[in-house]
């Protein structure tokens, strides 16, 4: 069975506290990797694609990367706008037309002044 | 920009209602998703289209139908709302391509309650 699996479940940060987040899968055959950002009451927000292990991709302050078997967002000298939940994605190898994500729980992210 | 829109913010709803949530997309993207997102359970497809008409069961259709009549619309409906479909619904959509891995645009989100 795919599965995607988010650590830590919460952190917090004091501003300027640079800090990694996980995101570990196991899946049969992967397409692409997905961080997206969600604030509350709010729709995920897309962030970046991986597609194949050691390819980094980075935006501001964040950077993500990917391996084999995981995927890494580090944020680095955090601010507090960059408090929010933090959610990665798999699309797994199919025959189909459109596939669907399967998600991880994510990461709630607090960023402190 | 990409905008997905979805027809309420918030909806209650009584047990037995039939319940439609609409969502319509302006960049003429061919897949449309349909998740529902709850506390310690993250999003979960419920289904999805790659083409008008065509529809796709996800990972929890069950108590769900959808319909794509055209293009830029997808609907989900509820034929009989019970209290374990309380949740959060979002709408998404993407390109279709070869390497089939374009990221998803969100919608905003419907807040459900069923009472």
Redesign the interface.
Same mark, same amino acid.
């Given at each position: 069975e795919d599965q995607v699996t988010q650590s830590p479940e919460a952190l917090r940060l004091q501003e300027g506290e640079s800090s990694s987040l996980n995101c570990s899968y196991t899946v049969s055959g992967l397409r692409g990797l997905f961080w997206y950002r969600q604030d509350p009451g709010k729709g995920p927000e897309f962030l970046f694609t991986l597609y194949s292990a050691g390819e980094e991709k980075e935006k501001e302050r964040l950077k993500a990367t990917l391996t084999k078997k995981e995927s890494f967002l580090h944020i680095t000298a955090p601010k507090p706008e960059d408090s929010a939940t933090y959610l990665c994605a798999v699309q797994i190898v199919s025959g189909g037309g459109a596939d669907g994500l399967t998600f991880g729980k994510g990461t709630h992210l607090i960023i402190q002044p | 920009d990409v905008k997905?829109t979805q027809s309420s913010r918030y909806l209650v709803k009584r047990t037995g209602e039939k319940v439609f949530l609409e969502c319509v997309q302006d960049m003429d993207h061919? =897949?449309m !998703?349909w *998740?529902r997102q709850d506390p310690? $359970? @993250? $999003?979960? $497809?419920i289904y !999805? +289209? *790659?083409?008008v008409k065509?529809k796709?069961k996800?990972?929890i259709p069950e108590g769900y139908s959808v319909s794509r009549e055209k293009k830029e619309r997808f609907s989900l409906i509820l034929e009989s709302a019970s209290t374990n479909q309380t949740s959060m619904y $979002?709408c998404?959509s =993407?390109l279709?391509g070869d390497? @089939? +891995? *374009?990221?998803? *645009? !969100? @919608?905003? @989100?419907t807040?459900l309650t069923v009472t």
């Amino acid at each position: 069975e795919d599965q995607v699996t988010q650590s830590p479940e919460a952190l917090r940060l004091q501003e300027g506290e640079s800090s990694s987040l996980n995101c570990s899968y196991t899946v049969s055959g992967l397409r692409g990797l997905f961080w997206y950002r969600q604030d509350p009451g709010k729709g995920p927000e897309f962030l970046f694609t991986l597609y194949s292990a050691g390819e980094e991709k980075e935006k501001e302050r964040l950077k993500a990367t990917l391996t084999k078997k995981e995927s890494f967002l580090h944020i680095t000298a955090p601010k507090p706008e960059d408090s929010a939940t933090y959610l990665c994605a798999v699309q797994i190898v199919s025959g189909g037309g459109a596939d669907g994500l399967t998600f991880g729980k994510g990461t709630h992210l607090i960023i402190q002044p | 920009d990409v905008k997905v829109t979805q027809s309420s913010r918030y909806l209650v709803k009584r047990t037995g209602e039939k319940v439609f949530l609409e969502c319509v997309q302006d960049m003429d993207h061919e =897949n449309m !998703f349909w *998740y529902r997102q709850d506390p310690g $359970l @993250g $999003l979960r $497809l419920i289904y !999805f +289209s *790659y083409d008008v008409k065509m529809k796709e069961k996800g990972d929890i259709p069950e108590g769900y139908s959808v319909s794509r009549e055209k293009k830029e619309r997808f609907s989900l409906i509820l034929e009989s709302a019970s209290t374990n479909q309380t949740s959060m619904y $979002l709408c998404a959509s =993407n390109l279709r391509g070869d390497r @089939g +891995s *374009y990221e998803q *645009y !969100f @919608g905003p @989100g419907t807040r459900l309650t069923v009472t």
